[in-house]
């Protein structure tokens, strides 16, 4: 089973990398990771094409979710920033508006799959916001039942890639997407 990895990060060596190096390793599986910041993808225009069709921006979104339909399971994986995912992760959740359309005209939103939530928080944190954000996307994409989460908190007193139970985590993470 494919495992679709959604990585919100701007930063390659980041507290976020060092809780997907570790869900990386754990995975047995293949896995595709998409780096949000990379792909320069555009927020939804409200153009509104969606309510009857796709969405006609041109640019790599649909590749994107071909992948996610094609994937066992999907993981959003972020810094959290004011309590939310990064602007990149949420560019490419307000595209998932034509999946909303698409229900709401009784399409088949396909496959069940798995999904999950890693993030990485300095401070106080605060990242119900950004899971409830992630949850709503991954519902979008297909994924019912339970989306755990678990990230390594207050990073700005210790990095993520010395939290050994965020590490921990992150693993257990790989084996639940992968249904082990």
């Known amino acids: 089973m494919k495992t679709l990895i959604l990585n919100g990060s701007p ?17 047995t599986g293949p896995f595709v990771q998409i780096d949000a910041y990379r792909e320069k993808i555009i927020p939804c225009l409200d153009c509104r094409a969606c309510r009857t069709g796709e969405c006609p921006i041109p640019d790599r979104m649909r590749e994107i979710g071909r992948l996610a339909e094609e994937s066992g399971a999907v993981l959003i994986a972020s810094p959290v920033y004011f309590s939310s995912l990064t602007p990149p992760l949420a560019a490419i959740g307000s595209r998932l508006q034509s999946r909303y359309c698409a229900s709401l005209r009784g399409e088949d939103a396909g496959v069940e799959k798995r999904g999950a939530v890693l993030l990485a ?3 106080n ?3 119900e ?3 409830r954000m992630a949850r709503q996307f991954l519902r979008l994409w297909g994924v019912k039942g339970e989306i755990p989460l678990a990230g390594a908190w207050e990073t700005d007193r210790t ?13 257990r993470l790989a084996a639940f997407l992968e249904g082990r």
């Open 11 to 27: 930063r390659p060596a980041g507290d976020t990398a060092a809780l997907l190096a570790a869900l990386k390793e754990a995975l």
């Open 121 to 123: 928080a300095g401070g």
């Open 125 to 127: 944190g605060a990242p």
């Open 129 to 131: 916001g950004a899971y």
């Open 159 to 171: 990095p993520a890639v010395l939290d050994r139970e965020a590490l921990r985590q992150a693993g």
